[in-house]
């Protein structure tokens, strides 16, 4: 997997006049995996900065790098090159251990297989975070966000007796109780039939217009990613695209050109415009 040579562009909005305090930058982070064969350059120079309280959704084909992103941003994996910064803060250079602490405080993760643990009820797994951080776990705290995601009645039960989408809701509610300056979510509805899927996102939607929180979503689905303020494309590793305020009909057409790319040559004869595009989100943030 290889960039198209255009080097680190930025997309986002932080610093672009409006409400907004930084939640998230990147700086030129690159992942390269080294496994048994040749290495893999899975991000390529990524920069992007994005306000608080903004919903993003990032697409792309298919090993274009998305999931690489978003465990580089949320301190699960460490880029090969480059900083990622949380809330204004770099990630811990130190061990796991630290770099498990900075997740707990700050960041937010949700899985497209929910990952609650099986044997605890919805109040306990949404409670665990915290417990985990060794804080007294604040049982007002989980409540609230219980009902305000309108799971209130499941408190006592345990995940296998949820739907997909009731699980899927709860651990959104996990990852909300700490309050994180970013909630990550990878194709969080991927797993989900289409009506359960829209609430969640619409769930994900809320938090964000309700209650500021700042959201990074990776799904496949252009109707889902129309629900946020900003789409990010991803290809071969880099940044190519950006569309703001999107409509799932242009999410689809935009897709549809990088996937012709990624079958062909891995760059497409129509990039330059879009490369342009993520450039003017570059003047904005600098
Ligand atoms: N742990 C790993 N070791 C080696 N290569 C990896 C690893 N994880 C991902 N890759 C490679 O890095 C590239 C990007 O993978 P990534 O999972 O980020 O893609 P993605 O955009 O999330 O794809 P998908 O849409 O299929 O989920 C791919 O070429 C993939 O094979
Ligand atoms: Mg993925």
């Known amino acids: 997997m290889r960039g ?6 930025t997309a986002g909005t932080a610093g ?3 409400s907004g305090r930084e939640a998230l930058r990147l700086s030129a982070v690159t992942k390269v995996y080294e496994g048994a064969g040749q290495p893999v350059t899975a991000l390529d120079g990524v920069s992007l900065s994005l306000a608080t309280g903004t919903f993003t959704s990032v697409m792309g084909p298919s090993g274009s790098g998305k999931s690489t992103l ?3 941003a949320a301190g699960l994996d460490r880029p090969t090159a480059g900083r990622v910064l949380v809330g204004g803060d770099e990630l811990p250079g130190g061990g796991e251990a630290e770099l498990t602490r900075f997740r707990r405080s700050r960041i937010g993760f949700v899985f ?8 605890l009820t919805v109040a306990q797994n949404v409670a665990l975070p915290q417990r985990l951080a060794g804080r007294r776990s604040r049982r007002g705290d989980v409540a609230a966000v219980l009902d305000r995601l309108g799971i209130g009645e499941l ?4 995940p296998a007796e949820l739907s997909g989408g009731q699980q899927q809701r709860v651990a959104i509610a996990r990852a909300l109780v700490s309050r994180p300056a970013v909630l990550f979510a990878d194709e969080p509805t991927g797993a989900l039939d289409t009506a359960s899927g829209r609430q969640v996102l619409a769930l994900l939607r809320e938090s964000v217009e309700q209650f500021g929180q700042t959201v990074v979503m990776v799904t496949h689905d252009p109707v889902a990613a129309a629900y946020a303020g900003r789409v990010l ?11 703001p305020d999107p409509d799932a009909a242009e999410v689809a057409r935009r897709m549809a050109r990088l996937d012709a790319g990624a079958a062909g040559t891995g760059s497409g004869s129509g990039s330059d415009g879009n490369a342009e595009a993520v450039h003017v989100g570059s ?3 600098a």
């Open 70 to 72: 978003l465990q580089c």
């Open 233 to 243: 494309f991803l290809a071969d590793g880099a940044l190519v695209d950006e569309l």
């Open 16 to 18: 672009a006049g409006g």
């Open 4 to 9: 198209n040579g255009v080097g680190p562009r």
């Open 112 to 119: 497209q297989d929910y990952n609650l643990v099986p044997y």
């Open 283 to 285: 003047q904005a943030v």
């Open 155 to 158: 408190a006592g039960r345990q």
